[in-house]
């Protein structure tokens, strides 16, 4: 028996190694224009490997084409991509649409004489006169000064650290509203709750945005370093206007506050804005007025 199956085996694989021979004759001189030897072996490797290379270029041509659009499941991402980008398209519109509407309807008014006339006693002017004696120096005054910084002019008490942290920094508010929360750091509220009914957020300081990115807690939200080791955070905005990198000035704007509809009435909505100092927060009402 045993001898059986080694034969039977021996068999098989010559049967597999027995080479076949095709060739392709001249009809009219019957000479052999071309041939080929090959085994039931050479010819499943050759099926196999003939397959395999179908199925790779198969495979670059649906990675690399737009057929893998057809494909079930592929497309899902790339659609819930462009439907975000379109929802945030629209929204920009309407926030632009919104302010167009505002500002046809406020030069309606001005050719219609609704608006009234801002009278020349509002404004915030003032002229000083060089001979005025009300602001000249007194010879008492002039003796006190000379005094004083003759006896500060060797005195070391005073050091670099007593120096005001906000000396030759103006803050700009960032928007116009309601304070409805305020600084308290008990409470983990590191900042002020603006409540605003939807404008421009504009910078506090000049400086360099180094972060923006979208929290599921506060929304949009976008950091900006500033001189003298200030960072100033607005936290739940409707859209930035700036990307990590940019500079920007005192007062320009940096992303907008939207307005949602309720009922014919304004939705109100707000801002989470804090100030901090070498890694401390610190209370923003104590350098800008709201």
């Not at 039931?40 to 490797?45: E, L």
């Not at 960032?174 to 709750?193: A, L, Q, W």
């Not at 976008?222 to 859209?239: C, D, W």
């Amino acid at each position: 028996m045993a001898k059986k199956k080694v034969k039977n085996r021996h068999s098989f694989w010559k049967r597999l190694n027995f080479k076949y021979r095709l060739s392709i004759l001249n009809e009219n001189t019957l000479d052999e224009t071309w041939k080929l030897r090959v085994s039931m072996f050479n010819g499943i490797v050759m099926f196999f490997g003939f397959f395999l290379l179908l199925m790779i270029i198969t495979s670059i041509i649906i990675i690399t084409t737009p057929i893998r659009n057809y494909l079930p499941g592929y497309l899902d991402s790339e659609i819930r991509e462009q439907a975000i980008s379109a929802a945030i398209q629209v929204d920009s519109l309407e926030t632009k649409q919104r302010y167009q509407e505002v500002y046809i309807q406020n030069i309606l008014d001005i050719f219609e004489g609704k608006v009234d006339s801002i009278p020349m006693s509002g404004v915030d002017t003032i002229r000083i006169a060089a001979n005025d004696r009300s602001l000249q120096n007194t010879e008492r005054e002039l003796r006190f000064r000379e005094r004083f910084e003759e006896e500060e002019k060797y005195n070391l008490a005073t050091s670099p650290s007593d120096i005001s942290m906000t000396e030759g920094v103006t803050f700009f508010r960032p928007v116009r509203g309601v304070i409805s929360d305020r600084f308290n750091i008990p409470m983990k509220h590191y900042g002020v709750t603006i409540v605003i009914s939807g404008e421009t957020v504009v910078a506090t300081l000049e400086g360099s945005v180094v972060y923006t990115g979208y929290d599921a807690e506060n929304g949009y939200v976008i950091q900006i370093q500033h001189k003298n080791g200030f960072i100033s955070l607005y936290k739940g905005v409707t859209m930035l206007l700036k990307k990590t990198g940019d500079s920007v000035r005192t007062g320009e704007a940096i992303a907008l506050m939207g307005v949602e509809k309720e009922k014919n009435n304004d939705k109100r909505t707000s801002l989470q804005f804090e100030l901090w100092y070498r890694g401390n927060p610190v209370n923003p009402e104590l350098y800008i007025t709201f």
